[in-house]
């Protein structure tokens, strides 16, 4: 698996490949504009140099882990309905649309106005319930892993101690005192 930016790769439109799986330069590009945003999100500015490599990175990963859960749940045949699409749609927009100016108040998703939308018979939703049908069985595979997971009192104490119990100690070492005295 790898991304590839050669002008080869920028012709067929292909960025590169997860198993044997194409990804297009357009999943790439849309992986890639919602690290950025939540890089601007998260520290109020655009990436430097440094860390826009390390943005480009963390983009590609994502959509590496996304391309291999799609494909799990492909391989688990979990599959998604034309009603599922639009309750999905209602409920659970993909990331594209909490992006999109078109979906915004002062700088910040407005869920009534996407609401409101949803009804406009104008807009091309296409590509949203494309994603959406793409993104469904990936969130159902990740809720049967996450329900499939048992762990005993023992194990949940454990875990619950490991992670909130700390001990805080300040050592000091005092050099015995001079008395003065010679031998």
Do not use: C, H
Not at 77 to 90: A, I, K
Not at 117 to 145: C, S, T
Not at 153 to 164: I, V
């Amino acid at each position: 698996m790898g991304g590839n930016g050669s002008s080869r790769a920028r012709a067929t439109g292909e960025y590169g490949s997860v198993n044997g799986e194409k990804v297009t330069t357009s999943m790439w590009q849309n992986a890639l504009a919602v690290a950025l945003e939540n890089y601007r999100q998260r520290f109020n500015t655009e990436p430097a140099d440094r860390d826009l490599r390390s943005v480009q990175q963390q983009a590609w990963r994502s959509l590496v882990n996304q391309r291999l859960l799609a494909q799990e749940a492909q391989k688990a045949g979990l599959t998604v309905s034309d009603n599922d699409v639009v309750v999905g749609m209602r409920t659970s927009p993909p990331n594209a649309v909490f992006m999109s100016q078109a979906f915004q108040t002062d700088g910040k998703f407005d869920p009534q106005k996407y609401q409101m939308a949803l009804g406009d018979p104008r807009i091309n939703w296409k590509p949203f319930e494309d994603q959406v049908r793409e993104e469904l069985p990936v969130r159902r595979l990740q809720e049967r892993l996450m329900s499939s997971l048992k762990l005993s009192e023992g194990e949940l104490r454990e875990a619950f101690m490991d992670r909130f119990q700390s001990l805080s100690a300040v050592i000091v070492q005092v050099p015995p005192a001079d008395t003065g005295r010679g031998s």
